[in-house]
Every structure is written in C-alpha cells, then in structure tokens.
C-alpha cells in the first residue's frame, strides 16, 4: 500500500465559547443567486476504500464510470464515515454532526419497526437547509436512521421482526419523522437495509402503501456462489417487495423525480438523494449484472453500482443539466468482514484497500471510505486530494456553494471543504484541525494530522480472537494499554500502539478529545459561505 501523505500539525481546539449563534434557520439562511447547481448525492453501503479501481489498482473488476469522475473532478485520499456502521454515518450525512450529540453516545443500526429518529425534533437537516434555499429535494433508497410506528392502542413499538405485524399503519401514518418530515419533498425509501433487516416494506412520500403482511423466505432468493446470500433475514415482508433489482428500483425513482422536476419547475434547482444498498450483505447483483465480472458476484454487485451512476451521469446530459449539477459519490462505513475475507481469499481483491480494519473497527478500514466530488468548470478536475475530512463535511460544504450561514448549534461537526474542491486552500495547510469517527459501540477515535488516537483496546467492534476474523489478527504491542496511538505517517497499518512510548502526544489528544465530548461542536464558528460569486471567481483564477 502506498504510504499517504498527510498534512498539519495538532492544531488548537476551536474554543466553545467563541462567537453567538444566529436566532433561528430561516433568519440565518441568506438569499441565493438564481443559478444554484443542481446536487445529486450517490451514497454507497458499505464500500470500502480499496473497491473502486481509481483506488486500487490491484482490483479484481473495474469500475469504470466512477474512474471517470475521479479523472474529471476531485478524489479525496484521506475521507472518512462518521461511524463504522450505517445508520449512525446516515444520520451524519443528514445532520453534519456525530451521533452522540443526538444520543449522548453511540447508536446502533434499527431493525423492524425501530426509532424513533436519530434526526429529532430541532435538528437542521441538510435538505432542509437546502429546501430553505430554494430547492426542491427528493430521497431514494436506504433511509434507516429510525421511525416511529404505532400499534393498534396508539402505543410507540420497539425494534424487533415480529412488532413488524403491529404495526397500526393508519395511526402511523403519514410518518410523523419520515423523509417528509425531515426536509425532503419526495421520497421513496426503505425503512432499513433493503434487503438485511425487515421490516420489507416501502415508505412513499410518509405513507405505506403496502403493508407487509407476508413472511419473507430466504430460500426464495438466489445464492450466487453458495454463500453470498448470507445475512438476509426472514421477517416480515409486503406483497411485491423487490430483493434482487433493488437498486434499479431506487434509481428509476430518483430519475423519475429528476426528469419530472426538470419538466415541471426548469427554473428551480433541485437535490436528489440516491442512497444504495450496494454493496451490503446479501450480495444479489441484478440479473444483467451477474456473472459480469472478474471478481465473483460481489464485483458484479459494485459492477452494477458503477453502471447505476454512468447512468445518472447519462440522464443529466440528456436533461441539459450536467454543466449545472454537482455529484458527490461517498459510502456509509468501511467493508463488511464475510466480503473482506471472501474476496481476499476467492479473488485477491482487498476490499479495505491495505487498511487495518473493516466494518465495525476503528481502524483505518472500519471508516476510511472513498469520497467523489464532481463538478465541471468549478471543481479542479482530475485532482487528488489528501485533506482529511468526513461525510459530516458535506453538509457545510453544500451550505457554503448555496450561500447559506449555518448557525453554530446546526451541523456541529461539519467543515466547508470547498476550499479543497476549488483548489484555493493552501498546499500543507489542512481545513480540519481534527477529526471524530465512532466505531461500533459508540466508542470514539480522533486524528490531528497524521496522529491518530483510539480511547478504546482492540478494534471497537468486530472480535478478532475467533472464527473468521482470527485470520487477520496483528500482535497488540501494549497489550495493557486503555488505548491506541499511531503515528499514520510511518505506520499507515496501525501496528506499532504508541500509547505509552509517546505520552505526550497520548494525553494531548486524550485532553483534546474530552473536549471535544464535551464541547457542543468540532467545527468552527461563524462559518462563512462562499457562495457563487467566490466560486466563480476561483474557476477564473485557475483559468488565467
């Protein structure tokens, strides 16, 4: 693996107390140009950072539309999911901030009827900043960040497969923390991972319009390779729900929704959401995608995500509206760990891209993900990017392209990394001076530069002392120590715990760390957009 460069020194915590809040969202939102960009956001599920081959040369497929939006916009090297599993790192795309500030510590993914909402009451989401400035939203796909459902006395139901059949759906309703009530005009969703946890239904626009009332049987699936059917569960399902094809189900509606806009409102900018399920656990790549690629039914799972956004690429030029649509492509966590193992063993592909750590882990490979910014005349083409910064950041950075000032309370961990993307940041100075992941069980791992600390022992979440992962277990070099210190920079794979040779630095970042806990944000005060006019300016510049 190529040793990564890193940037920055541990930097100052931006003090907590620095600066008023605005008063309210609407009162801090700021009107914008009329020639917003459109911004479609593709988010994959568990990819990891070495299953694109714009990243791993050594891939077992290709992946050949993302190579080219790489080529043509910017491919960040040191990005990373808020958490190592997928709702807490949704609820950080939609919130810009860590999942403890909406639970106090960690958050676990939802099965059946499970919430209510990580996204409570008060929190600004990024479609409604966005719907606050004019655009019109939609989400299609993956919701799982929790709902409530009601049974038949009114009473809220807990997670579980079998409350799936108490579910009273006309108390339920329209979804009172559904995508409609977060910011989103439209939606079609599933509740959580599509095709993994019931209940298998869909969610249109807050309502259900079939109920699941049928028993969903594993066997009825195919089991491509004779095991990569593993983690599908029987629960409860509705009358027509799709396993196989549903990711071409999700883009059809996301390009239903584009095409009617463009239709219906060409003078209104528009946000879409595509949130994927690929390449999640059970691998069932659609029937014009099995048996495509080099690399067994997984790589023909990533095969069809690659040709899902070739696709939404070819629909934006058909629309006219390529030049004027941003595309970001990110993925929730890192590679789950019956994927890894399998497709280091059957195909010599790496999913984690060399990374210690997969799904679950605060290692490297549990949250360093591949990130995609894409955005013709304005973002520097074919740049490669080490700034470190997380799915949170895209929140503020979407703020500060539509001109919109972000309270201090709102999207508490989120960074503008415009800068990055325009290519007017200074070379070695880096625009986070930190960065917060949360593993499996809500524990936390900070970077500040190249120095990493873990305030946890052993990986944080999956078990590496038996069954498949043992394969993969590494000596633990302080094998008393609380907890982790590596230097990235000479050690990229996490093997050598400086905890108690370098004390100094651990309690730095240990100090820095329990304030950060404590403080009510990471990002800095007073962000300032900026804005058209400024982007503009930024792609003249490069030009003369």
Same mark, same amino acid.
């Given at each position: ?25 609407? @009162? ?309 760990? =019956? ?18 750590? =997969? ?60 800068? @990055? ?115 503009? @300016?930024?792609?003249? @510049?490069?030009?003369?």
């Amino acid at each position: 693996m190529t040793r990564p460069r890193y940037v920055g020194a541990l930097l100052a915590l931006t003090s907590c107390s620095s600066g008023a809040a605005p008063d309210g969202v609407p @009162a801090a939102l700021r009107a914008a140009a009329p020639s917003l960009p459109n911004i479609v956001i593709i988010y994959a599920d568990d990819l990891g950072y070495g299953d694109l081959s714009c990243y791993n040369p050594d891939a077992a497929y290709a992946t050949p539309n993302l190579d080219r939006m790489a080529a043509q916009g910017v491919r960040f090297t040191d990005a990373h999911s808020p958490s190592t599993i997928c709702s807490p790192s949704r609820y950080g795309l939609l919130a810009g901030q860590q999942i403890y500030r909406s639970t106090g510590r960690g958050g676990g993914a939802w099965e059946g009827p499970g919430g209510p909402s990580y996204l409570k009451p008060g929190t600004l989401t990024m479609a409604q900043m966005l719907q606050q400035a004019g655009y019109r939203t939609g989400v299609f796909g993956k919701w799982h960040v929790g709902l409530t459902w009601f049974g038949e006395d009114g009473e809220r139901l807990g997670g579980g497969f079998e409350n799936s059949l108490r579910i009273d759906y006309d108390k339920s309703t329209p979804l009172v923390d559904g995508p409609n009530a977060r910011g989103f005009d439209t939606s079609f969703v599933t509740p959580n991972c599509p095709t993994t946890d019931p209940l298998y239904i869909y969610i249109e626009d807050g309502m259900v319009p079939v109920p699941a009332t049928k028993r969903h049987a594993r066997a009825s699936l195919p089991n491509p390779g004779g095991k990569w059917r593993w983690d599908n569960d029987e629960g409860w399902m509705a009358e027509g729900y799709r396993f196989v094809d549903a990711d071409l189900l999700f883009f059809n509606k996301a390009k239903s929704f584009i095409t009617r806009h463009r239709e219906q409102r060409a003078d209104q900018p528009f946000f879409a959401l595509l949130s994927t399920q690929i390449c999640h656990a059970p691998v069932l790549p659609a029937a014009a995608y099995a048996n495509r690629s080099a690399g067994g039914p997984r790589g023909d799972f990533v095969e069809e995500l690659d040709a899902l956004v070739g696709r939404m690429f070819a629909l934006l030029e058909d629309l006219g509206v390529a030049e004027d649509t941003i595309v970001l492509f990110n993925s929730d966590n890192g590679p789950e760990t =019956v994927h890894t193992a399998w497709m280091r063993e059957d195909h010599g592909h790496d999913p984690a891209g060399g990374w210690r750590g =997969v799904k679950r882990d605060g290692w490297e490979g549990g949250h360093r993900v591949p990130y995609l910014a894409w955005w013709p005349g304005r973002f520097l083409s074919g740049s490669v990017s080490d700034q470190l910064t997380s799915t949170t950041d895209i929140f503020a950075t979407l703020a500060s392209v539509v001109g919109v000032t972000l309270p201090d309370e709102q999207a508490a961990d989120s960074f503008d990394m415009l800068p @990055a993307m325009l290519g007017t940041q200074p070379a070695g100075e880096s625009i986070r001076p930190h960065l917060l992941t949360q593993s499996f069980r809500g524990e936390f791992q900070l970077r500040c530069g190249q120095w990493k600390y873990l305030d946890h022992r052993g990986s944080g979440g999956n078990r590496y002392d038996r069954g498949l992962m043992r394969a993969y277990a590494l000596p633990e070099r302080a094998p008393d120590a609380a907890g982790q210190l590596y230097d990235l920079a000479a050690d990229p794979g996490e093997t050598d715990n400086l905890f108690y040779a370098r004390e100094d630095r651990r309690e730095q970042m240990r100090s820095l760390l329990d304030e950060l806990k404590k403080c009510g944000r990471s990002a800095p005060v007073n962000r300032a957009p900026i804005g058209l006019e400024g982007i503009a @300016a930024a792609a003249a @510049a490069r030009r003369r």
